[in-house]
């Protein structure tokens, strides 16, 4: 039922930032947890950051904490994650994704998520 469509990504040097944007459709989207993931060549899919439908928590990695702030901007059905301050390690497909919400838990693990996007690339030089 919800479709996502990421933007944003792109090249930049270390210490330089990017936001990446994902576009959902569906009614329901304010009532869904969302996320992004990213994953490295000859790596597993890893949690970045997550954010609640209910009360706007957020979670985050530890290796991006104070670098990195999602959002959500429901009447535009549109998450975001502004990456700060990035380091070649950030390099990745980053993916956007969600899931109808739960009022005491906001998943942190890819098989917990229902909708995914596109993927968008991000690379960091040195």
């Known amino acids: 039922q919800v479709q996502l469509v990421e933007s944003g990504g792109g090249m930049v040097q270390a210490g330089g930032s990017l936001r990446l944007s994902c576009a959902a459709s569906g009614r329901t989207f304010r009532r869904y947890d969302m996320g992004w993931f990213r994953q490295a060549p000859g790596k597993e899919r890893e949690f970045v950051a997550a954010?609640?439908?209910?009360?706007?928590?957020?979670y985050y990695t530890d290796s991006v904490k104070g670098r990195f702030t999602i959002s959500r901007d429901n009447a535009k059905n549109t998450v975001y994650l502004r990456m700060n301050s990035l380091k070649p390690e950030d390099t990745a497909v980053y993916y956007c994704?969600?899931?109808?919400?739960?009022?005491?838990?906001?998943?942190?693990?890819?098989?917990?998520?229902?909708?995914w996007g596109q993927g968008t690339q991000v690379t960091v030089s040195s």
């Open positions: 954010i609640s439908w209910s009360s706007g928590n957020t």
């Open positions: 994704t969600g899931r109808y919400g739960s009022d005491s838990y906001t998943p942190k693990t890819d098989k917990e998520y229902d909708y």
